[in-house]
């Protein structure tokens, strides 16, 4: 069973929009984290933002925050500002920690344009 | 400032042929793993290793093997390659202080089996 869900294959938003990249995951586990990886064309994975399943609040770097319901089993990553930089493969990741060795499983991930 | 090096960045490989993915960080990382990137599929789970000594299965781990003698080092290998072996890899490492919150990746090597 897939265990990170990215159900936007491709997103456009105007530059200076915000924009909301979904991401639902499935875990038995009650401690596990989430994260969000950048790649632009170039190939890198970039680290954009983490949320633990125990902190309280949302997650937040600069432009970038996370909009964590757990109840929902929802992690989705808001842009604020969109920049013809965020043009890129935004990947959802999930790490859970319930067993001897800790493993992140990667959704499909979702492409991002940004227009001028 | 190193971090987490892949070599080599390009490859191109007959099928059957054996070859060694190098990826080294100077982070004193216990956790390391390799993954594969496929178009469509995310990163998948090859191996991963929470230390020298140790190593473990994930998604995808058939015709790979790989050792993790060293902190620094976690070597993949690619016994007899094969077409579906055609892929991007990337090897990452992460700190096992508590909350893990980033996996630092290395640059990926792109392989072609032909």
């Known amino acids: 069973a897939q265990k990170i869900t990215q159900t936007q294959p491709g997103m456009f938003v105007q530059e200076k929009e915000a924009v909301t990249l979904d991401c639902t995951y499935d875990t038995s586990d009650p401690s596990y984290g989430l994260f969000w990886y950048k790649q632009p064309s170039s190939g890198e994975m970039i680290f954009l933002i983490y949320q633990g399943s125990y902190d309280q609040q949302n997650a937040t770097e600069g432009r970038y925050s996370l909009n964590f319901q757990k109840a929902r089993k929802s992690a989705n990553l808001v842009i604020s500002a969109s920049q013809l930089g965020d043009s890129a493969m935004y990947f959802c990741a999930m790490r859970e920690a319930g067993t001897s060795y800790d493993k992140v499983i990667f959704g499909p991930g979702t492409s991002l344009s940004v227009i001028p | ?114």
């Open chain 2, 1 to 114: 400032n190193a971090g987490v090096t892949q070599t080599p960045k390009f490859q191109v490989l007959k099928t059957g042929q054996s070859m060694t993915l190098q990826c080294a960080q100077d982070m004193n990382h216990e956790y390391m793993s390799w993954y594969r990137q496929d178009p469509g599929m995310g990163l998948r789970l090859i191996h991963y290793s929470v230390g020298a000594g140790i190593t473990d299965q994930g998604e995808v781990p058939n015709g790979y093997n790989v050792s993790r003698s060293t902190t620094e080092d976690f070597p993949l290998r690619l016994l007899s390659a094969a077409p579906s072996q055609t892929s991007v890899y990337f090897c990452a490492s992460s700190p096992t202080t508590e909350p893990v919150t980033e996996a630092f990746f290395g640059q990926g090597t792109r392989l072609t089996v032909v």
